[in-house]
Each structure stands twice: as C-alpha cells, then as structure tokens.
C-alpha cells in the first residue's frame, strides 16, 4: 500500500467518520468502533511527518502531471481543518464523558491534537544557509500549527461540561497520596498537566527565530483569555496551585518541571501592573484608597494621570480599538478602527463614504466585548495571590535544588523559565506590597511638645 499524504489523509478521514455522529436532538451517539477508530488516530498523529518535502524538487507522474508536495505536519492540519475536536472530540467528552476508556483516549488525541512540531535541530558545523533552510522548514510547519490551535483554545473555552468532565476524572487520584496513588493514576495527571500546558501555548520557542503573523498573535491571545478564565470557572487554576503547594510529597515531585513551564506560560506573558491594576479596578480599590483619596487633593494632575494610566486599554486595543461588523446574513467580521489617519486621495475618501453608507443600512457596528478580558485578569491575579501565599516557595525550592543537583531532567528551556517566573513574582509582589501600603490610613500627627510649656513645668519641679 502506497502511504502518500493523499492515502494517508483518506484513511484518516475515514476512522474519523467512525467515531460516531450527532442525532437530531443534538446528542453525539458514538460509533461502534469508537474506541478503535481514537486509537487509529492516535497512530496516525504519532506517525505525522514534520517537515514534509516542500524543500524537495517538482516531481511529475507516469502521465505527467505534476505531483502534489506533502505538507510538514499535515495529518495535523487536517484534523484542524476538518474541525474534529468540535464535532466529536468535544461531544464524545460531554456525552460520555463516564466511559473511563472513551474518556482516556480522547485525552490521548487532544494531547497529540496541540502538540507543535519538534524544533529544528540546529548543528555546530552548520552553514548560515543550512540554518536559515532548516528555519524556513520550521516556519512553514508551525504557523499552521498556532492557527489549529488558536481555533483548538477557542473550542475548548466555549465547550460545556468537558473540563467539568475532566476535573471529576482527576478527583479520585489527587485524594491519594504515597503509595496509594496507582501507576495508572499517575498516567492520567501527567497526561492532564502536558494537555493543560499544551493549550496554553502562545508563541514559537525564540531559539527558532520564527514570528507569527501579528493577526494570528492577536488571535491568540484573545483565545488565551477566554481559556484562563475558563479554567478559572472550572477549578483548574486552583488544582495547579494545590499540586506546587504540594510538589514536595514523593508523588508529584516529578511534576516540578512541567508545572513550572505551566505558571511561565499562564503569567509571564503579561504584565504584574495590568494584571494588578484590572483586578483592583473590577473591586473598586481605587476609589476606597484613602492613600489615593489624599493624592486627588494634593496633586489633581499626577493622581489623573495615574488613574488613566490604570484604566488603560488591553494589548488587543492599543491601535486604536476594534470593531465587529455583523450582516443581515449572520456573518461576522472583526476589524481594525484607525482614528486620526487617511491613506489615499479625496477621491478615494469620496468612493469610500458612499460605499460605507450603502453598506450602513445592512450592516450593525457594536464595540467588541471586552468583559472576557477583564475577568481573565482578575482570575490571573487571584490565581497569583493563591501561589505566591502557598506555592511559590514549594515550586521554585524543587526546581533550584534540581539545579544544584544537576539533575538529567533539566534542560535550557527550564533555566529561562525559572528566572522569568522568578522576576515575574517579585514584581507582582511588590506591587501589590505598595498597593497594600497605599492603601493604609494616613498616621496620624503627634502634637509637638511647646518648649515654653517644659520650661515652666521644670522650674516648679
């Protein structure tokens, strides 16, 4: 049997239509060989080809024509183009969610499903070409990559009841400690933790020197939100917090490593200031500040900038906003407003205010929602507070004593990660120290001691 992507591509197809269907009531009925066909797809994910053969020169047929070149990661691009995570992924999860077996599985193919292609391997006697060529294979493999899992973060963080699933299913082996934790136990938070790790990636390593597009940055982040809060809503924050307070007992000290990448992936990539400043404004804090109070009366003008500082715009609207243009026809589209600024002639403006009033009539322009991304900072900043009280020190302890031992399991990544975490938390904490102290109520003032007074009381004496 030929294996050419073609071949490959249908075969996959195929044990995707046998995972099982949706009734007409809306329920996800699944398939006879269900269980089957999640194991076919877990092979055919392990067996996916990096780099393809984009570098390889045209080839042409017995007849002729021109063959097709194989895409690098392209069984994941299918996956993500044939939407399967939503349309029985997700369902299997939600509607059988109490088979162990079912639930295993699918675990198994949304870890391999976000998993981003190994890294080039950069050798010491290699050219400036051989790297910039290993680069560009690279490049072509993991934009399509983010994009999949852009719309992967976005699916999970919509999906009802599969992380109530989920976190249920993690319930039974967190209650048990030492030895009375099972192997298979043990299999099944591990592969919780790189899932969870997976979804929260946002960027190709720097190391590779490959950029994403800026709207694929955008979209990104706007998934990261939606999927920190999620996680907020169903308890996974605080499970993470819970394993690095107790990342020290025998049974979850391998872990120390993975949930370290995990906090550098869910904190560093945003600032200790937006982050505190968001949740104190959700709360009201700086009207209650009697600190702050006492600045709008003796300096108006540094206490506005201040306070305008504090409310400004997210990184998604720092280019002067963003709008969602919704048609009669239900189509939705998002885009940039630009104020202040006209590319082109008079003429050109004249042609573009017609045409934006003929489309007025069937069109609706309304602000984008930007409650998800509020919420996401304040369950950001309550998850920060929980882990530097209780896990901060446990975590960070484990991972400096595997530097001190030079333990094998270390690698470059994990140095980068340890110092990022670090000064990212001793910012947030002192911030949040000043805020603290602001917040207190000015001293009050001891009256002088009046030198005229003294001196009578001592010539009586």
Same mark, same amino acid.
């Given at each position: 049997? /030929?294996?050419?992507?073609?071949?490959?591509?249908?075969?996959?197809?195929?044990?995707?239509?046998?995972?099982?269907?949706?009734?007409?009531?809306?329920?996800?009925?699944?398939?006879?060989?269900?269980?089957? &066909?999640?194991?076919?797809?877990?092979?055919?994910?392990?067996?996916?080809? @990096?780099?393809?053969?984009?570098?390889?020169?045209?080839?042409?047929?017995?007849?002729? $024509?021109?063959?097709?070149?194989?895409?690098?990661?392209?069984? $994941?691009?299918?996956?993500?183009?044939?939407?399967?995570?939503?349309?029985?992924?997700?369902?299997?999860?939600?509607?059988?969610?109490?088979?162990?077996?079912?639930?295993?599985?699918? /675990?198994?193919?949304?870890?391999? /499903?976000?998993?981003?292609?190994?890294?080039?391997?950069?050798?010491?006697?290699?050219?400036?070409?051989?790297?910039?060529?290993? *680069?560009?294979?690279?490049?072509?493999?993991?934009?399509?990559?983010?994009?999949? =899992?852009?719309?992967?973060?976005?699916? /999970?963080?919509?999906?009802?009841?599969?992380? +109530?699933?989920?976190?249920?299913?993690?319930?039974?082996?967190?209650?048990?400690?030492?030895?009375?934790?099972?192997?298979?136990?043990?299999?099944?938070?591990?592969?919780?933790?790189?899932?969870?790790?997976?979804?929260?990636?946002? !960027?190709?390593?720097?190391?590779?020197?490959?950029?994403? @597009? #800026?709207?694929?940055?955008?979209?990104?982040?706007?998934?990261?939100?939606?999927?920190?809060?999620?996680?907020?809503?169903?308890?996974?924050?605080?499970?993470?917090?819970?394993?690095?307070?107790?990342?020290?007992?025998?049974?979850?000290?391998?872990?120390?490593?993975?949930? %370290?990448?995990?906090? +550098?992936?869910?904190?560093?990539?945003?600032?200790? #200031?937006?982050?505190?400043?968001?949740?104190?404004?959700?709360?009201?804090?700086?009207? !209650?500040?009697?600190?702050?109070?006492?600045?709008?009366?003796?300096?108006?003008?540094?206490?506005?900038?201040?306070?305008?500082?504090?409310?400004?715009?997210?990184?998604?609207?720092?280019?002067?906003? *963003?709008?969602? !243009? *919704?048609?009669?026809?239900?189509?939705?589209?998002?885009?940039?407003?630009?104020?202040?600024?006209?590319?082109?002639?008079?003429? +050109?403006?004249?042609?573009?205010?017609?045409?934006?009033?003929?489309?007025?009539?069937? #069109?609706?322009?309304?602000?984008?929602?930007?409650?998800?991304?509020?919420?996401?900072?304040?369950?950001?900043?309550?998850?920060?507070? &929980?882990?530097? &009280?209780?896990?901060?020190?446990?975590?960070?302890? +484990?991972?400096?004593?595997?530097?001190?031992?030079? &333990?094998?399991? %270390?690698?470059?990544?994990?140095?980068?990660?340890?110092? #990022?975490?670090?000064?990212?938390?001793?910012?947030?904490?002192? =911030?949040?120290?000043?805020?603290?102290?602001?917040?207190?109520?000015?001293?009050?003032?001891?009256?002088?001691?009046?030198?005229?007074?003294?001196?009578?009381s001592e010539k009586k004496e």
């Amino acid at each position: 049997r /030929m294996e050419d992507d073609f071949n490959l591509r249908d075969e996959l197809l195929a044990a995707c239509a046998l995972l099982g269907r949706r009734t007409v009531t809306g329920e996800y009925v699944k398939g006879e060989e269900c269980l089957e &066909s999640l194991k076919d797809l877990q092979q055919f994910l392990h067996r996916d080809d @990096p780099s393809g053969d984009i570098d390889q020169p045209e080839s042409f047929d017995e007849s002729g $024509h021109r063959v097709q070149k194989k895409l690098p990661w392209g069984l $994941h691009r299918a996956l993500a183009d044939w939407n399967i995570l939503k349309n029985h992924i997700l369902p299997l999860l939600e509607f059988h969610g109490d088979d162990p077996e079912v639930l295993y599985e699918c /675990m198994v193919v949304m870890y391999l /499903m976000t998993q981003l292609p190994p890294k080039p391997v950069f050798l010491l006697d290699d050219e400036k070409g051989v790297k910039a060529h290993k *680069t560009k294979l690279y490049g072509a493999a993991i934009v399509p990559s983010f994009e999949g =899992l852009a719309m992967m973060k976005e699916q /999970m963080a919509v999906a009802s009841h599969v992380l +109530t699933v989920m976190m249920k299913w993690l319930m039974e082996p967190l209650q048990h400690q030492g030895d009375e934790r099972t192997e298979a136990e043990t299999v099944i938070l591990d592969l919780s933790l790189n899932l969870i790790r997976n979804l929260l990636q946002l !960027t190709p390593p720097i190391e590779t020197g490959v950029a994403l @597009p #800026a709207s694929l940055k955008a979209r990104l982040f706007g998934a990261q939100d939606a999927m920190v809060q999620k996680f907020a809503d169903e308890n996974v924050l605080d499970l993470l917090v819970l394993l690095a307070q107790n990342i020290e007992e025998d049974e979850n000290r391998n872990w120390n490593l993975l949930l %370290l990448d995990i906090f +550098t992936l869910l904190f560093v990539k945003e600032d200790p #200031a937006e982050v505190i400043g968001s949740a104190d404004l959700e709360r009201g804090e700086w009207r !209650t500040s009697l600190r702050k109070q006492e600045l709008l009366t003796r300096n108006p003008k540094q206490a506005c900038l201040a306070e305008k500082k504090a409310r400004l715009p997210s990184r998604h609207q720092r280019f002067a906003g *963003t709008f969602r !243009t *919704t048609t009669e026809n239900g189509l939705t589209l998002v885009g940039h407003k630009h104020e202040g600024k006209f590319v082109g002639n008079a003429h +050109t403006k004249k042609k573009l205010t017609g045409a934006s009033k003929r489309k007025l009539g069937e #069109a609706v322009l309304h602000p984008k929602d930007q409650v998800g991304r509020t919420e996401a900072l304040v369950a950001m900043d309550a998850a920060a507070q &929980s882990f530097v &009280s209780v896990g901060f020190n446990s975590l960070l302890g +484990t991972v400096a004593y595997d530097f001190a031992m030079e &333990s094998a399991a %270390l690698v470059k990544a994990d140095q980068d990660n340890f110092a #990022a975490l670090s000064s990212w938390f001793m910012r947030y904490h002192r =911030l949040r120290e000043k805020g603290r102290i602001a917040a207190l109520p000015p001293r009050p003032k001891t009256p002088a001691p009046q030198e005229g007074k003294e001196g009578e009381s001592e010539k009586k004496e």
